[in-house]
């Protein structure tokens, strides 16, 4: 008897969701708890599990289409029911995943000879390459049947470029994110791709803390002397302890929770008609994931360690590129620490992640002619910025904040002593 595989739950008010990339496809064999496909929400991506051995038999939706939670989206017989083999190649059924997304189950093709076809490349695959501005032959297809696969886009991302060809789009935009073809340079042509989940959730939640909070940042520059040679000088036992590295954003994380203590507004949340302060302090930190920007967070960072916040935060970043975060690991921030220095950036002017009433933008380490004790000296030099909600925090305490952390980086001791 046929087991149908349904959307799950993916997180309390979610009813919705985009159907990613398909890992099995009919015919193929799956084992318990294999990976069959991947669920897109506005918060985050889980994937949907074999229920038992067996075989996929039909797919219902196709990558890029709209499902509500509880649909069934495909169906598989399992090994133990005698599952029916693959369809032979020479009546196969016309898939939907690839035919723009569209779902047309059920019409054979006859046998005919054709031409061979280019590689399938997956919805996902296929978003990789359109934002890094490669075309679809740019990957090499490893995965079943010679299908381009996320990972498999990713490699091809990384490697040194090459001059390749410009793509070029389908006749009409596509249901969702699909290989095109290449085309010469200079092309003029345009390309659509489906906005996943993630991004219009970012996009809506940018748009609110504009709309809804009354922004300011303010501004301050750090030198970084202190906190590099003390990571020079330890960086190498820390990790053969610790199995991790040591960074400067433990360093930040820890001046963040003494700064939010001295100024207990940056941590608290405008909440009509009143104002919420907190004593703990979650603090969110942005990393770039496969699907767009994401904020997990360190629950109850003034309790952690150096080593603690380093191997979480590397824990975050890993499966943030994976698409392995949990919904809850995405919620419930009280503050955000989001490092553009990372990618070259000079200065710029965070926005916040409503209801957190404020964010600190790290920047990029460069060497400045500063004057000190009336000499000119070369530091490495950062500039920071706290962009917050001017509706609870006033300037003073702004100010205040950005002082605090400039004092604990510049003189880490602070931070062991609690000063």
């Known amino acids: 008897m046929a087991l149908e595989l349904k959307v799950p739950e993916v997180g309390e008010s979610i009813t919705e969701v985009m159907i990613g990339t398909w890992k099995k496809g009919e015919g193929d064999a799956v084992a318990t708890d294999d990976a069959v496909v991947e669920i897109e929400s506005d918060k985050a991506t889980v994937e949907l599990p074999a229920p038992t051995h067996g075989t996929i038999t039909k797919v219902l939706k196709g990558a890029g289409e709209k499902a509500a939670v509880g649909e069934v989206i495909g169906y598989m017989e399992p090994a133990a029911a005698g599952a029916q083999p693959a369809t032979p190649p020479a009546h196969p059924v016309v898939d939907v995943t690839r035919r723009g997304g569209r779902t047309d189950i059920g019409s054979v093709q006859a046998p005919a000879a054709v031409p061979a076809a280019p590689p399938r490349v997956m919805p996902a695959a296929a978003r990789v390459l359109g934002e890094a501005g490669l075309p679809a032959a740019a990957a090499a297809g490893t995965g079943p049947g010679g299908r381009v696969t996320k990972a498999d886009a990713v490699a091809a991302v990384a490697r040194p470029a090459v001059a390749m060809p410009v793509a070029s789009p389908a006749t009409r935009p596509p249901a969702a994110s699909a290989a095109v073809p290449a085309t010469v340079a200079g092309s003029r042509e345009e390309r659509y791709v489906l906005i996943s989940p993630i991004r219009r959730k970012i996009a809506e939640r940018l748009v609110e803390a504009q709309q809804q909070a009354a922004l300011l940042t303010t501004f301050n520059e750090v030198d970084m002397s202190a906190v590099m040679a003390l990571r020079a000088k ?186």
């Open 234 to 419: 330890f960086k190498d036992v820390f990790q053969e302890r610790y199995g991790v590295k040591l960074g400067f954003m433990s360093f930040f994380v820890r001046a963040a929770v003494e700064a939010l203590r001295a100024v207990p507004q940056v941590n608290a949340e405008f909440r009509d008609p009143h104002i919420v302060f907190r004593d703990y302090c979650d603090i969110g930190i942005a990393v770039g994931g496969g699907k767009g920007l994401v904020v997990p967070v360190l629950r109850n960072a003034e309790l952690l360690s150096f080593a603690q916040i380093e191997q979480a935060i590397g824990d975050f970043a890993r499966r943030a590129a994976d698409n392995k975060l949990k919904l809850e690991e995405l919620q419930g921030g009280t503050f955000t620490i989001s490092n553009g220095g990372v990618y070259g950036s000079m200065m710029s002017t965070p926005i916040i992640n409503p209801p957190q009433s404020g964010i600190l933008g790290l920047h990029a380490i460069q060497d400045r002619p500063m004057a000190v004790n009336g000499q000119v000296v070369i530091r490495p030099m950062m500039y920071l910025a706290l962009t917050y909600d001017h509706r609870l925090v006033d300037g003073r305490e702004a100010v205040t904040f950005l002082k605090r952390i400039k004092e604990s980086i510049e003189d880490p001791s602070r931070l062991l002593l609690e000063v």
